[in-house]
């Protein structure tokens, strides 16, 4: 049996939580990100903090998975927050203008990335070239 690809922290301080993410989140791995998330909800939480520092990868599963959430957030009185995207999510928030729904800012407002993560190209690149190719060296996946 494989290892899993994500690991799940959770630390709850009253009506707050923080989930901490770490390894890849795609289509197999979603499911178990919005297990937890829905069980934040279940057990009272409304305020979830999600912390990507340790994320390696994030597709749009991913995304799908946090809108979700946060929308079930939304309707229970509650909020929940995305911090330190990796830039594969980053670059998903943007191209889709949806950061403002999970890090608090205004779409195409996202903090700097850190000195040692490339920049997304703000330019759109040539037709027949790949737009993540210059963000995702190696296996883009």
Same mark, same amino acid.
């Given at each position: ?54 994320? @390696? ?21 509650? @909020? ?62």
């Amino acid at each position: 049996m494989p290892l899993p690809q994500l690991t799940v922290y959770r630390h709850d301080r009253r009506k707050r939580a923080l989930i901490t993410l770490a390894g890849e989140i795609d289509l197999e791995s979603a499911p178990l990100v919005r297990r937890a998330l829905a069980q934040c909800l279940s057990d009272g939480i409304r305020t979830i903090d999600i912390d990507l520092t340790p994320v @390696t990868f994030c597709d749009c599963s991913g995304l799908n998975t946090f809108l979700h959430a946060a929308q079930q957030s939304t309707e229970a009185g509650g @909020t929940l927050r995305l911090h330190h995207p990796p830039p594969t999510l980053g670059l998903i928030l943007d191209l889709t203008g949806s950061g403002f729904l999970l890090l608090g800012v205004p779409s195409g407002h996202r903090p700097p990335p850190p000195p040692s993560v490339p920049a997304p190209a703000a330019h759109i690149p040539p037709h027949g070239t790949h737009p993540l190719a210059s963000v995702l060296p190696g296996d883009a996946r």
